[in-house]
């Protein structure tokens, strides 16, 4: 049997079933390229029969060249009781000028009788006319066997029959469906395993993640047989979402040794991932193995210290196979190794300097114990530790600020800030309001700063997090403020603690802009006039 | 071989190693409580060896008492080349008052030389010597073999040994971990049969998550003879996190039959998920299986038009099984059976009272819209319900608030509330210094109010957090405030949304002091005079 597993993305059709993924025609066709240069075989780009935008995808996706995979449509068999040649759904497919399509037939009947209310032999005729049709257009046809195993476990004579049915009409491929992912890789391996002795046409898995065993059940389709992997990007879908291929394609070809997609497209997983999530406009969990920005972040003292000596210690795979890397989380449960490590990413001369060494660590130590914790933190932490072992100016002092929240009966509250700080020896007084406290205080600073650094305007908070540190006395408590920034290359995190909020939040603003100056000026070693007028020259 | 699967709940340690979880030892123990419910069989509740957090953390668990669930503290085999009853930290183990304790030791000879740095046989001794002392102190003894499937491949008689000479020294369970999470469930069923012909001691299973199969590695390893599974809820936990004991339950429970849990106890499932993820002030994931909010909630036109023929066509499991419920996303219902159930606890006449029902169900369908969210704020949702039903009076009226923070530099930060209120027609005016501006206006509203309502000196607000709900534009974004209060005799949860942090504090706390104000009426009918005075009583 081959080596060779085929992926079939289906992120653009079965993924926007997912709560809170809606994507435009646009963002279809972004994602779209980007599943081309990772090397997926299929991209299932919507159903033309279901609405127009992904009429229009069809549409754009015909003038446009795909390096690794096929544009696949997808629809039904025909409706009960009428002919395949005037079925408007498979009209539609053909019309949308792919070279491939797919649809789903019942496999289970219970279905049958339930949901679409016709006898078992209409439904095997309705399976056959469609394939045979699509079939007899040239298509390449692949054939969702809906709620296969659902079915197989209910009447396993039946299921069989819907796809020899399909296998007879010519299918190319037979995809069995856990469409409720509700089954067990157990199940899945003995039923993929028993089909094979009726089957012959090449078998595709399609699995859901109900039980969280949609990567399992994948894995246990392809290790019973299958060759095709229907999955989503992130496994966004209906539900709790379809089978992840962010996570089945590096199962499969790193751990199974499977032939997936080359190595280099497999360095891009990563990217991938997180491009889709930004036009999906979803917050991708940091925990989410392979990509995850915590997939490999170390966090508890011991597994640092072990790192250090050799990272497959606490290391599955090397995290760059995928194009992820890792991270060291510096926080209470760390010792001083974690600090170590981020220096050193830094190339600072962290175990020559003993003398700073000991001083810096003694001051994070400090901070933690106050509430600050850095492991969510990187940019003010790489503050902290340039501040000690360079010097850093001052992008600005901050004279004074005055912060006012304003309700009255019946009228909408407001926020405005005033802002007082001396920059380049200038004193600057401003003020602006705000949707909140935050934003007030926000703009009032940016609108100080703007004349003297006019690239803050790039600068975007992307995510503001608060938590209450001891809530022994809830409203007087410590809070500790993180802010996420961004502009159009890189995301950095900040924070400040403080027993007021509006300070602590004043803390994690005033360190977001600073770092973006500072590495700024690092990494474009031609704004060499910037770096003289910032001040930021170290000394 | 038993049918009854041991939960061993890690939540408290190896979560703790989650990037962006951090608890304070009173999130600690409201975490236990909520385990104890849920009717885990073990709670580690941390490594008295390595901070002093957890050693005040087990000196309150010790005062307390658990219906189902034994308190475990985490620790390592000694270290080397010394002796075990003058290791710290398996003495700390031992007056932590625990009755059972947790240590790991090395099985993989790779770490044994690169990690801990000593030989094979001392690693053997220190394994052997550590399980025997806390043996000795009658402790039941939970043996962690890290990297045991890692070691297993590398050196398969050495890992062995290392499991055998820790149930030599007498260890109740040993459990295999599968420490990065590398492992696939075809390997671990291998290997967990396997072992069982050369130990007799139950076995546990530790999984992580790092190729998206710490659920199925679990089960692979219950199915091949495991009869302890440790986890986390919510799969919190280092890297990718640990298995998630929330979909591990009811996969083995309702799935492969094991008993593990009451069927009372696991339809608490779904809430005690959500309640962890706020008190680790952690985003839960809608998709999360079994109880995310997205987890049987359809949105595809098909999908909806057969749900309503016949729930089974779509969903894998009855929701209320595990506490959750279904959900339509075009025609959201979301919410109204919580109101029904809290209606009922009230004993309003919601049933015939259909034209207040339908007013009411739709005003709270419109604030959840706005990101109002009540399953946290049971106070707020019965000041809604009685406000519909009954009618309340207000205990005041706002005229004005004004509330300042002021900084100038090398100054502390000042804040200060002036609040203008009506309370039975008297206009009152008054301000308030505060630690914080939430703190302030607290002050400055009891200040104005006390006078009226001398009751309120016994409230106490006893939590706060604050929870960004749209994260795309960070500090202009609504926000969503959970306060929780307490007096001498109970504790209630309030909240309020709005752009402004302020406003939303305000509306969390107007609601606190209502609450109190009228169930202190209720429950205490001495207080007659009270209530003629609070102008309170329905109309």
Redo the contacts between chains.
Sequence with gaps: MSNSVKIFDTTLRDGT????ISLSVEDKIKIARKLDELGVHYIEGGWPG?NSKDIEFFERAKQMTFRNAKITAFGSTRRKDSKAEEDINLNRLIESGVSAATIFGKSWD??VH??IQTTLEENLAMIFDSVKYLKSKGLEVVYDAEHFFDGYKNNAAYALQTIQKAQEAGADWITLCD????S???EITSIVSEIQNHISTPIGIHAH?????G??NS??AV?AGARMVQGTIN?Y?????NA?LC?II??LQI??NFDVVSSDQLKSLTLVSRYISEIA?M?M??????V????????????V??IL??A??????VPELVGNKQRV?V???AGQSNVLVKAQEMNLDFGKETQKTKAIIEKIKDLEHQGY?F??ADASLELLLRDAFEGLEEIF?????????????NHA?V?EAIVKVKVHGHTVYTAAE??????AL?NALRKALVQYYPDIQQIH?????????????????K?RVL??STDSNSTWNTLGV??????A??FALVDSLRYALISRKRIDPANNENVERFGLMNH
């Design positions: 079933q997912g709560e809170g279901s219970f279905h339930t949901a469409t409720n992912g509700g067990l890789p157990g993640n109900d039980c969280e065993l990567v399992a894995l246990a290790t496994g879908g209906e539900r709790c979402g992840n996570s590096p199962n751990k199974l406009n917050n969990p940091v925990n989410q193995p392979y995850g920005n915590a997939a490999f972040a170390h966090k508890g003292g011991i597994h210290s072990a000596k050799d497959s210690t606490y290391e599955h795979i989380l926080s209470e449960l914790q492991e969510g002092t901050l004279e004074s600020f005055k912060m006012l929240v304003e309700k009255s009966a509250v926020s705000g949707n909140g406290p935050v934003n926000d908070l992307s995510d503001y997090k608060v938590r209450v540190l001891d809530e022994k006395d809830a409203t007087a408590a809070v802010m996420e403080s027993n007021n909020i509006i300070e939040s004043w």
